[in-house]
């Protein structure tokens, strides 16, 4: 996930600039860059692939020095990782821009500023607009003003930074799909995709809305919206920024974890989805032709990963009509198996670092697959650093040894990749503006299903004495009810399994009775009636039923059967969504219980070993 750090001030800010950039390493990236004014308005740049240290260094040899300048750090998307494509670019000596997003129709911009005589020096979908800002100052338009009329222009996501030689007091920015901040000093003020960036200097931070242009020099600021207005924007003081390994006001971090989802959704969703189309470019330089070619998925995965690999087997097969198998690492890697031509191999991981997954990993290279896919949650871990395509989780650091943040935003990458690879297999461009309209809706629906934290309470209540759970999903749901049921045994050592509610007749049926709560997952879609059949069974035999169920679902309270209200929602959502009452129910059973909630005997957060 790129970065954006600038700074504008009466004092040097080429430390402010690279301290910021290493702030915001944990986004994960493969190259750096930083563009400085110095006193005789000439643009200072250093871009350099790998870490932040190497544009540190290259700092120290030779330093920048000037008042004003902006810095990126860059994660490829157009182009590979080299100093060429990486930012912050320049336009004719005069402009330097950094970007964070995708531009869509890069392609078309560029054969026409080519075709009005820019030179490219890059790859990336970046250079185009550094270039057609210069173009539109060539009326005599200031920098504010040629940005305004550049922006129309561009479809897709993006969060914009530029300076200019002959105007070294100012910085001027915009969003679209992709976060920017505002840190306002005394004397000097700072902009950055990301207030930690900004921590060291300041305390105050403005957030942009979509939409937003604005402009900060060393004692002003100015916003306008997304209709031209300008706007005054509520400053927010931070007097302390909540480490992710501080539970602050939670008793647990599993809880802070748990409530941390919409934030963390919403970052996994930033600059990779326009209004109405996933941005397929956020899989990686390469993603285009790879997924042109894919004809198949195989995905492998552990633990509660394996639940969401299995999830999007549902989305894959349904979406794109693509084959899709999922398998258990650890079974994968010790079988003769059969590769189908064209195979995708995605491998899903929240540490990287996975000893079997990664092991598969590397078995795949070397057996016939077309590429391969990471879905991660650690920018610099084995698998990433391996792997042809990668799409970041932006889960933040998990303390917490049972996953919760990082099974959702695991979801959410998959949902993309199945956008992605529909769009090639008649997936219609009105149905994906569907999914991706229910996608910028999620944070919401998620925050909507946390108030169901007080009612899960309770119900908790009824498991406390159990000593065995079923938990039953049809279709998509299936998979859900597993990870329910895996949280349930992990943190309160109640012994949990999960069925597809069709085999209930087929086995399991002859373990309910009184003492065993059996747990479904309903949201109103098309097997929703299948399942009622089946949870009858369940009140036949004396089963208490707990059922999350969608509040339109047509489930009544009543003897032997509970029933938690979930929000209505898109069925293509609904399993991200029915995971979070599932986890609020492991987790206050365990309280209840007196378990070790974030540290469960036996379990290691990464198992770095087979």
């Given at each position: 996930?790129?970065?954006i750090?600038?700074a504008v001030?009466?004092?040097?800010?080429?430390?402010?600039?690279?301290?910021?950039?290493?702030?915001?390493?944990?986004?994960?990236?493969?190259?750096?860059?930083?563009?400085?004014?110095?006193?005789?308005?000439h643009?200072?740049?250093?871009?350099?692939?790998?870490k932040?240290?190497?544009?540190?260094e290259?700092?120290?040899?030779?330093?920048?020095?000037?008042?004003?300048?902006?810095s990126?750090?860059?994660?490829?998307?157009?182009?590979?990782p080299?100093e060429?494509?990486?930012?912050?670019?320049?336009?004719?000596?005069?402009?330097?821009?950094?970007?964070?997003?995708?531009?869509?129709?890069?392609?078309?911009?560029?054969?026409?500023?080519?075709?009005?005589?820019?030179?490219?020096?890059?790859?990336?979908?970046?250079?185009?607009?550094?270039?057609?800002?210069?173009?539109?100052?060539?009326?005599?338009?200031?920098?504010?003003?040629?940005?305004?009329?550049?922006?129309?222009?561009?479809?897709?996501?993006?969060?914009?930074?530029?300076?200019?030689?002959?105007?070294?007091?100012?910085?001027?920015?915009?969003?679209?799909?992709?976060?920017?901040?505002?840190?306002?000093?005394?004397?000097?003020?700072?902009?950055?995709?990301?207030q930690?960036?900004?921590?060291?200097?300041?305390?105050?931070?403005?957030?942009?809305d979509?939409?937003?242009?604005?402009?900060?020099?060393?004692?002003?600021?100015?916003i306008?919206d997304?209709?031209?207005?300008?706007?005054?924007?509520?400053?927010?003081k931070?007097?302390?920024?909540?480490?992710?390994?501080?539970?602050?006001?939670?008793?647990?971090?599993?809880?802070?974890?748990?409530?941390?989802?919409?934030?963390?959704?919403?970052?996994?969703?930033?600059?990779?989805?326009?209004?109405?189309?996933?941005?397929e470019?956020?899989?990686g330089?390469?993603?285009?032709?790879?997924?042109?070619?894919?004809?198949?998925v195989?995905?492998?995965?552990?633990?509660?990963?394996?639940?969401?690999?299995?999830?999007?087997?549902?989305w894959?097969?349904?979406?794109?009509?693509?084959?899709?198998?999922v398998?258990?690492a650890?079974?994968?890697?010790?079988?003769?198996?059969?590769?189908?031509?064209?195979?995708?191999?995605?491998?899903?991981?929240?540490?990287?670092?996975?000893?079997?997954?990664?092991?598969?990993?590397?078995?795949?290279?070397?057996?016939?697959?077309?590429?391969?896919?990471?879905?991660?949650?650690?920018?610099?871990?084995s698998?990433?650093r391996?792997?042809?395509?990668?799409?970041?989780?932006q889960?933040?650091r998990?303390?917490?040894?049972?996953?919760?943040?990082?099974?959702?935003?695991?979801?959410?990458?998959?949902?993309?990749?199945?956008?992605?690879?529909?769009?090639?297999?008649?997936?219609?461009?009105?149905?994906?503006?569907?999914?991706?309209?229910?996608?910028?809706?999620?944070?919401e629906?998620?925050?909507?299903?946390l108030?169901?934290?007080?009612?899960i309470?309770?119900?908790?209540?009824?498991?406390?004495?159990?000593?065995?759970?079923l938990?039953?999903?049809?279709?998509?749901?299936?998979?859900?009810?597993?990870?329910?049921?895996?949280?349930?045994?992990e943190?309160?050592?109640?012994?949990?399994?999960s069925?597809?509610?069709?085999?209930?007749?087929?086995?399991?049926?002859?373990?309910?009775?009184?003492?065993?709560?059996?747990?479904?997952?309903?949201?109103?879609?098309?097997?929703?009636?299948k399942?009622?059949?089946?949870?009858?069974?369940v009140q036949?035999?004396?089963?208490?039923?707990?059922v999350?169920?969608?509040k339109d679902?047509?489930?009544?309270?009543?003897?032997?059967?509970?029933?938690?209200?979930?929000?209505?929602?898109?069925?293509?959502?609904?399993?991200?969504?029915y995971t979070i009452?599932l986890q609020?129910?492991?987790?206050?059973?365990?309280?209840?219980k007196?378990?070790?909630?974030?540290?469960?005997?036996?379990?290691a957060?990464?198992?770095?070993?087979?």
């Amino acid at each position: 996930m790129c970065g954006i750090v600038g700074a504008v001030a009466r004092r040097e800010v080429a430390a402010i600039l690279i301290e910021g950039l290493r702030r915001l390493e944990y986004r994960g990236y493969d190259s750096a860059g930083v563009a400085i004014i110095d006193k005789n308005n000439h643009i200072g740049c250093y871009r350099r692939v790998g870490k932040v240290a190497v544009l540190g260094e290259a700092q120290e040899q030779e330093p920048l020095f000037g008042t004003t300048g902006i810095s990126h750090t860059r994660w490829a998307t157009h182009g590979k990782p080299t100093e060429a494509n990486a930012h912050p670019h320049i336009s004719n000596n005069t402009i330097a821009l950094v970007h964070n997003g995708i531009i869509e129709n890069h392609e078309e911009l560029r054969e026409r500023l080519k075709g009005l005589g820019y030179e490219f020096k890059s790859q990336t979908d970046t250079e185009t607009i550094v270039h057609l800002v210069h173009y539109e100052m060539r009326d005599g338009k200031s920098l504010l003003d040629a940005l305004k009329a550049a922006v129309p222009q561009l479809h897709g996501a993006y969060g914009v930074a530029a300076i200019h030689a002959d105007d070294p007091h100012r910085i001027v920015c915009a969003r679209s799909g992709s976060p920017l901040v505002i840190g306002l000093g005394i004397g000097e003020n700072f902009l950055a995709s990301d207030q930690l960036a900004l921590r060291q200097v300041t305390d105050r931070f403005i957030y942009l809305d979509e939409g937003d242009i604005a402009e900060i020099t060393p004692d002003t600021y100015k916003i306008w919206d997304v209709n031209g207005k300008e706007q005054t924007r509520t400053i927010e003081k931070i007097n302390d920024v909540l480490d992710t390994a501080e539970k602050g006001v939670f008793r647990h971090f599993m809880l802070k974890e748990i409530f941390e989802q919409p934030k963390v959704v919403a970052n996994t969703l930033q600059g990779r989805i326009s209004s109405t189309s996933v941005l397929e470019a956020a899989f990686g330089a390469a993603a285009k032709d790879i997924l042109d070619s894919t004809k198949a998925v195989q995905i492998v995965a552990c633990g509660t990963s394996y639940h969401s690999g299995l999830v999007a087997k549902y989305w894959i097969e349904s979406l794109a009509g693509v084959p899709c198998h999922v398998e258990i690492a650890s079974e994968f890697r010790y079988r003769k198996f059969v590769v189908s031509p064209n195979t995708l191999f995605v491998t899903i991981s929240q540490s990287g670092e996975t000893a079997d997954t990664l092991a598969a990993l590397r078995l795949a290279k070397s057996s016939g697959f077309n590429s391969t896919l990471a879905l991660c949650n650690v920018a610099q871990s084995s698998l990433v650093r391996e792997s042809d395509l990668v799409l970041m989780t932006q889960a933040g650091r998990e303390i917490g040894v049972a996953s919760t943040k990082a099974f959702s935003t695991q979801l959410v990458g998959l949902l993309l990749l199945a956008v992605a690879l529909g769009r090639r297999n008649g997936l219609s461009a009105h149905d994906e503006e569907n999914i991706v309209r229910a996608l910028h809706q999620l944070p919401e629906l998620l925050e909507a299903a946390l108030e169901l934290n007080a009612e899960i309470e309770t119900v908790a209540e009824s498991f406390v004495e159990k000593h065995h759970a079923l938990f039953l999903g049809r279709g998509i749901m299936w998979p859900v009810a597993m990870e329910g049921a895996l949280k349930l045994k992990e943190i309160s050592y109640i012994h949990a399994e999960s069925y597809a509610a069709g085999e209930l007749k087929h086995g399991p049926l002859a373990l309910v009775d009184s003492d065993m709560p059996v747990v479904a997952v309903a949201p109103n879609d098309e097997l929703l009636e299948k399942l009622k059949s089946n949870l009858q069974e369940v009140q036949a035999r004396g089963g208490e039923l707990y059922v999350f169920a969608d509040k339109d679902s047509g489930f009544k309270n009543e003897s032997g059967i509970r029933v938690i209200s979930v929000p209505h929602v898109a069925d293509v959502i609904a399993p991200i969504i029915y995971t979070i009452p599932l986890q609020l129910l492991s987790y206050h059973v365990a309280v209840l219980k007196g378990t070790d909630v974030d540290q469960p005997r036996n379990l290691a957060k990464s198992v770095t070993v087979e």
